[in-house]
């Protein structure tokens, strides 16, 4: 109409859009921001933070995972940066501040990068070389272990708890986590593999730290369903079943007319008849203890004790499997097809008490690949970081037995890394070559941040080891926080397993590179008009749940 173009509109009015380099400076800020939250958690020295919940539950962590899970991030880019954690979490157990801070720092120096008028390409492409190119210097510098010399894997297994709340009794735990996971390594082919889901943990508040234990079986928190069957059963000859020891209800309805008393003795006698015959058929087949995932009838857990069978019911589904690793048994569906070959055996059944709960400790299988930690603390706060610094431990120790490789800890490799990258960049043509200068000194960001979490001078650190490893060619020395001395970390015992450092390395360059490449975000705003949830951003409120302080 009188030549005039209509706009055509393409996204919803509601839409929220950023593009180019406030699209970029919006997602980088986020990351930093995060990574900075989490950079005060790092090394021996670093600090705790206290997380409170929507409902005033409190959790006191240092650890890098936890702190992120916890928090209530909204911004899409910082959540990128919590998977990243999550997946160094699940792949090596520790290392997760460390990719987060690398990660950081890698955006900060790209942020700069950007600023100066390099392309985004440019600098993922430097980015990539440079990532690469630390991978083969930390294969370079790695070092052999033998899995089987557990003095080697308490001393990473204290590495990954250092730092942590339970620091002080490190020791005594890294050898319960090395032994722990020195009983479920399997070999399949001439490779080592360690399943650390083997590993049931079990906490319980009151008592010291140090009262807590390794169990070679399994402790379940169930108690004996009748007061009449034994306490302990020695040489106990095991049943698993997941069907209930009951009179099964008909599938279909059905009506049964009782017309005198005696017939109703009748109904009631056939109903004892069915369940003493289950209870016989146990007892043939030679289990003297019963564990079922289903219910188990009054009358016959009254039958069961007098035959001296020790039972529990309602196992869970995920205890009944790690039965069938601890005992050797099978699972069986139904009592009539119940053989003795499908009895487990171990040399011990028994009910404890523990703190104020009874619990059930199946223990010394001989065929069992399957352990359990007892945790033990003065409060619900301690056992649960407890059980963290723990699940850290016996991580590391597992990858460290599947791999046989391990690189110094305490900066040593970062800047190993910044001092051959700084020579690999040199090789470089194009501005690819700024790019692997920024990786490199991104790299020095750990060994600073542990020495200022310790109070200590983070650049002068940082120059002393430089000359250590540039001029004297000390590879493995690195900074010991507890007396402040420059060593080599490898004598001293502060090693990590390498996929750490490769994973972290990895992780955060990947984030960094996803990161810098997006220059359009656009946000859906919904519905959060009248009639809408308490709380729920308003119209205007910027980005579609990316609010500019992003938490």
Same mark, same amino acid.
């Given at each position: ?15 929220? $859009? ?20 989490? @950079?005060?958690? +790092? ?23 936890? #702190? ?11 959540? #990128? ?9 699940? /792949? ?43 991978? /083969?210097? +930390? ?16 001393? &990473?297994?204290?590495?990954? #708890? ?12 890294? %050898? ?22 083997? &590993? ?46 009951? =009179? ?8 049964? @007319? ?49 035959? *001296? ?12 499997? @790690? ?11 139904? &009592? ?59 991580? =590391?120790?597992? &990858? ?10 305490? *900066? ?58 540039? @001029? ?26 390498? $996929? ?12 960094? %590179? #996803? ?37």
């Amino acid at each position: 109409m009188n030549g005039e173009k209509q706009p055509i509109l393409v996204l919803s009015e509601d839409s929220e $859009r950023q593009k180019g380099r406030d699209a970029q400076t919006n997602n980088i800020s986020a990351a930093k921001s995060l990574a900075d939250t989490v @950079k005060a958690t +790092l090394g021996p020295k670093g600090m705790d933070k206290m997380l409170v919940d929507s409902i005033g539950d409190v959790t006191i962590t240092n650890d890098g995972v936890t #702190m992120l899970k916890e928090m209530d991030i909204e911004h899409p880019a910082a959540k #990128m940066v919590v998977e990243v954690a999550e997946s160094q979490d699940e /792949e090596c157990g520790d290392g997760t501040t460390s990719a987060v801070v690398l990660a950081g720092a890698l955006l900060k120096k790209a942020e700069n990068m950007i600023e100066s008028g390099i392309h985004p390409t440019t600098i993922t492409r430097g980015y990539r070389l440079a990532s690469n190119k630390a991978i /083969e210097v +930390l294969e370079e510098i790695k070092t052999e272990v033998d899995p089987n010399k557990k003095e080697t894997l308490k001393r &990473i297994a204290e590495t990954a #708890m250092t730092g942590k709340a339970i620091e002080m009794d490190k020791e005594s735990l890294a %050898e319960i986590s090395v032994d722990a996971t020195s009983r479920i390594v399997t070999e399949t082919d001439g490779k080592k593999e360690v399943d650390v889901d083997n &590993i049931k943990i079990v906490k319980k508040a009151g008592a010291s730290v140090l009262e807590t234990e390794l169990v070679e079986g399994l402790i379940l928190e169930k108690e004996r369903v009748h007061e009449g069957m034994p306490n302990d059963i020695d040489d106990a000859r095991i049943a698993l079943l997941n069907s209930a020891i009951e =009179v099964k209800e008909t599938e279909t309805d059905a009506e049964i @007319k009782i017309t005198d008393t005696e017939q109703m003795q009748n109904f009631i006698e056939e109903e004892e008849k069915t369940l003493q015959e289950m209870v016989k058929k146990i007892k043939k087949v030679g289990a003297n203890v019963v564990l079922c995932q289903k219910g188990i009838d009054d009358l016959a857990q009254h039958y069961m004790a007098k035959e *001296g069978i020790f039972a529990i019911r309602r196992v869970k589904k995920s205890d009944m499997k @790690k039965l069938v690793k601890a005992t050797g048994a099978n699972i069986v569906t139904s &009592i009539e097809d119940l053989d003795p070959v499908d009895l487990g055996r171990v040399k011990m059944v028994s009910e404890k008490n523990i703190g104020d709960s009874r619990m059930t400790f199946v223990e010394n299988g001989d065929r069992g690949k399957a352990v359990t930690l007892l945790l033990r603390g003065g409060s619900e706060h301690v056992v649960d970081e407890l059980e963290r610094a723990l699940n850290d431990a016996l991580k =590391v120790v597992a &990858i460290t037995i599947m791999d046989g490789y391990i690189v110094p800890g305490g *900066g040593a490799p970062e800047i190993e890394l910044h001092t051959r990258m700084q020579d690999f960049a040199s090789t470089i043509e194009g501005r690819e070559q700024m790019a692997v200068k920024a990786f490199s000194e991104a790299m020095t960001e750990i060994p600073k941040t542990l020495a200022q979490n310790a109070g200590m001078d983070g650049m002068n650190v940082l120059m002393q080891l430089r000359a250590l490893h540039e @001029k004297d060619g000390l590879k493995n020395h690195g900074i010991n926080i507890e007396n402040e001395e420059f060593e080599d970390m490898l004598e001293n015992g502060v090693v990590e397993p390498l $996929r750490i450092k490769t994973q972290a390395i990895s992780s955060a360059s990947e984030l960094s %590179e #996803m990161i810098l490449m997006i220059d359009d975000i656009i946000a859906a705003k919904g519905d959060h008009g009248e009639g809408a949830p308490e709380g729920a951003p308003q119209p205007g409120g910027g980005m579609g749940g990316m609010p500019p302080g992003m938490m």
